[in-house]
């Protein structure tokens, strides 16, 4: 009986001891749980009303806490940058200025603990010999470190920056309930939501520096202007092409230094601005500068985009371009000094041509029949077998082709056809020619009656003579189509042949195409060209017929529905 009595004391001892360690293992957690409550509600409240410039330093004041309160040795918090898996992220990671931290390691150090935190999975161990069989190597390389327990607790706000919270012991064991675990993932994402704000708001003062820096140092014009057209704000570069200190640029509107030449056009798209029908304009404008020297600017307008409630205002940037018009006049003004030589040069070429021709007509066509009929009298005078009538035969038939080769040169000079007859029987009369001397097949069609002037005439008679000279010469082709169309707005020449072509892209170009395009240029005409190696080629020679273009004289009608066919 004894025996039973000592055993049920020793029991009832056993249970009371063991009660004991319960209660104070419980109240132990209970104690440490409301510690870990108190920090994080700590932790909350400061970081939410803390300034951005202050947040590092309270991140390492909310480190200290948990350090203190979890009685640890170290503990650490890892921003991690967004870009790739954790594991990689953990590579790049760098530390906070807090209370120094487990040393440096690679995800390769600890692959079992590394592919957990990729998961976003966390990593307690309470003692570090109740590692994992898998995870031999990490527990080699924790165990070297001098660490006995520790907490690696991943934390995510859902945006750019991730983080890491790690809690370590060394020399004593430490349970990691999941409450605790719990309450320590919110103070990581407390840490991460906070890093991120300060991150965004060190971007914004960042970006409005650069603006700052941007506005001040841009060789840009630039205002910030109310709807009503202020001028808000105004950088160095506008004040000083209006010539207006800061002050004074501030007090007025974009309209007192704007030129009246262009400010209506300037209004009415500033109220399409206003008004939300255009996001931005631009425009090249006079204005007048406090000298009133004329400058031109190339403005660009844009309506600022504002949050629900704030006011708009609108942006102008002008770029000084005074000497950029002015070299653009220079230069058109040198353009059609070239253009009025080039015309003055055809029309003395010309002139020279018919010079030329009525020379050779008048001079050297009257004088070669004279002295045909002199070597025929001479060979008349002879015996009929003198041995010299032969060589004046021959004589005679040389002055002849003289003769018939100076009358040729004459007409392509200057055709007499196309003064007194017009172009259709001035182009008649070049592509038979054309066809008879060198064997080629020309279809002539020639539709419309429009009276054209002299110099259209004359220019389109050349085109069709440089083209029909450039078969012959270079293309090879031995068919060649002549086409005139015209009507009261527009008459169109068309040279087509079958001969070897060319290539169009090559920048190189005949001094016959560049001829073509001038003479079409004075007469506001235009020349295209359309040819491929082995298919020939096509010109087309277009002029508008405005009234100047228009002659009274009839000689230059274009008959209606009329073809020629010419094949020697």
């Known amino acids: 009986m004894a025996i039973l009595l000592c055993l049920a004391e020793a029991g009832l001892i056993c249970f009371l001891l063991s009660r004991g360690k319960r209660t104070k293992l419980a109240q132990a957690s209970m104690i440490r749980e409301l510690a870990l409550e108190r920090v994080l509600s700590a932790i909350s409240t400061t970081l939410a009303d803390c300034p951005a410039e202050n947040i590092d330093l309270e991140l390492e004041r909310g480190l200290n806490l948990i350090r203190e309160a979890e009685a640890a040795d170290r503990v650490c918090w890892y921003a991690i940058p967004k870009g790739g898996t954790m594991v990689e992220r953990i590579k790049s990671a760098h530390r906070s200025d807090v209370v120094a931290g487990p040393a440096q390691f690679e995800p390769e150090d600890v692959p079992w603990i590394a592919e957990r935190l990729s998961r976003l999975e966390p990593v307690a161990i309470s003692d570090i010999d109740d590692f994992s069989s898998e995870a031999d190597r990490d527990h080699q390389f924790i165990d070297q470190l001098g660490v006995k327990s520790f907490a690696f607790i991943p934390s995510s706000t859902g945006a750019a920056t991730k983080g890491l919270l790690i809690v370590v012991h060394l020399s004593r064991k430490r349970d990691w309930p999941d409450s605790v675990i719990s309450k320590l993932r919110v103070m990581g994402n407390l840490f991460g939501s906070a890093l991120l704000r300060k991150s965004a708001e060190d971007a914004g003062q960042a970006s409005e520096q650069r603006f700052q820096a941007i506005f001040e140092q841009a060789s840009l014009g630039i205002a910030l202007e109310d709807l009503d057209g202020r001028i808000l704000l105004a950088n160095p570069a506008l004040c000083a092409m209006m010539g207006y200190e800061q002050e004074e640029i501030q007090k007025m509107s974009c309209e007192q230094f704007s030129g009246a030449e262009d400010s209506m056009e300037d209004f009415t798209l500033f109220q399409k601005l206003r008004e939300g029908t255009i996001g931005s304009y631009q425009i090249e404008k006079r204005y007048v500068n406090s000298n009133g020297a004329e400058i031109w600017g190339n403005l660009h307008v844009s309506k600022l985009q504002v949050q629900p409630g704030e006011g708009s205002h609108v942006i102008a940037m002008i770029e000084d371009i005074t000497e950029r018009k002015a070299a653009n006049t220079r230069l058109k003004n040198v353009q059609l000094e070239l253009q009025s030589l080039t015309a003055r040069l055809i029309q003395a070429q010309e002139e020279e041509r018919q010079r030329i021709s009525s020379e050779l007509h008048d001079d050297f066509g009257q004088r070669l029949p004279l002295l045909i009929f002199a070597l025929e009298r001479l060979k008349n005078s002879l015996p009929a077998m003198a041995p010299d009538r ?157 009234e100047n273009a228009v002659a009274r004289d009839s000689s230059g009608d274009l008959s209606t529905q009329s073809y020629s066919h010419y094949r020697n």
């Open 390 to 546: 032969l060589e004046l035969s021959r004589l005679q038939d040389q002055v002849k082709g003289i003769a018939i080769d100076i009358h040729e040169l004459s007409h392509e000079l200057h055709s007499s056809k196309l003064q007194y007859l017009g172009l259709k029987p001035a182009v008649t009369e070049l592509c038979q020619k054309m066809s008879e001397q060198h064997s080629i097949e020309v279809n002539l069609e020639l539709n419309g009656n429009v009276p054209l002037h002299p110099d259209v005439q004359l220019c389109l008679y050349r085109i069709v003579q440089e083209a029909l000279n450039n078969v012959v010469k270079h293309s090879g082709g031995d068919r060649v189509t002549v086409s005139l169309i015209g009507d009261k707005f527009l008459t169109r020449l068309k040279i087509r042949d079958n001969g070897v072509g060319f290539d169009t892209s090559s920048t190189k170009t005949g001094l016959g195409l560049a001829s073509m395009r001038e003479r079409l240029r004075i007469v506001r005409g235009e020349l295209s060209v359309d040819s491929v190696r082995g298919n020939g080629t096509e010109i087309t020679a277009e002029v508008p017929l405005s």
